[in-house]
């Protein structure tokens, strides 16, 4: 018998309410505990109150997308924090300057059926850091 994972405390920023909503009940039901946000400036809100191990981030969303979203987080900052990229911009320069700004991972939401999200985000959680050069792209 399989042992449950770690519970993690999850940052969902997806401005899509349907995606938003899937992915909080995918990863709810394995245990982890979830803030969901719709634009990089609420995401930004809930950090003040929520301390993630992990944030799953869109890139393209009204307000504050997730490029400007890593500029004002500094992930340098925040080291202990791991960001996955979830977009649909593969070999994008918005892709590039993500993991410029310490993105750990980016996943194509195209590639990645709903049901393997629990895969992807507990194998990133394990993950060690990225290397410097970081452009690694990660499809399931």
């Not at 909080?24 to 003040?48: P, S, V």
């Not at 993500?98 to 992807?120: D, E, F, M, Q």
Request: proline fraction near 6%; aromatic fraction near 6%; hydrophobic fraction near 40%.
């Amino acid at each position: 018998m399989e042992e449950p994972s770690a519970v993690a405390r999850i940052l969902i920023v997806e401005d899509d309410h349907d995606l938003n909503n899937a992915y909080c009940i995918i990863l709810r039901n394995e245990g982890h505990e979830i803030e969901t946000a719709f634009d990089g400036q609420e995401a930004l809100n809930k950090l003040d109150h929520f301390s993630p191990d992990l944030i799953l981030l869109d890139l393209l969303m009204p307000v504050m997308g997730g490029l400007e979203f890593l500029q004002h987080y500094n992930l340098p900052d925040h080291r202990e924090v791991k960001v996955l990229i979830f977009t649909n911009m593969e070999n994008s320069p918005e892709v590039a300057e993500a993991y410029k700004l310490g993105a750990h991972r980016c996943i194509i939401k195209s590639w990645t059926a709903p049901h393997n999200l629990a895969r992807v985000v507990t194998d990133a959680l394990h993950a060690s850091p990225p290397a410097k050069q970081g452009k690694a792209k990660t499809t399931a």
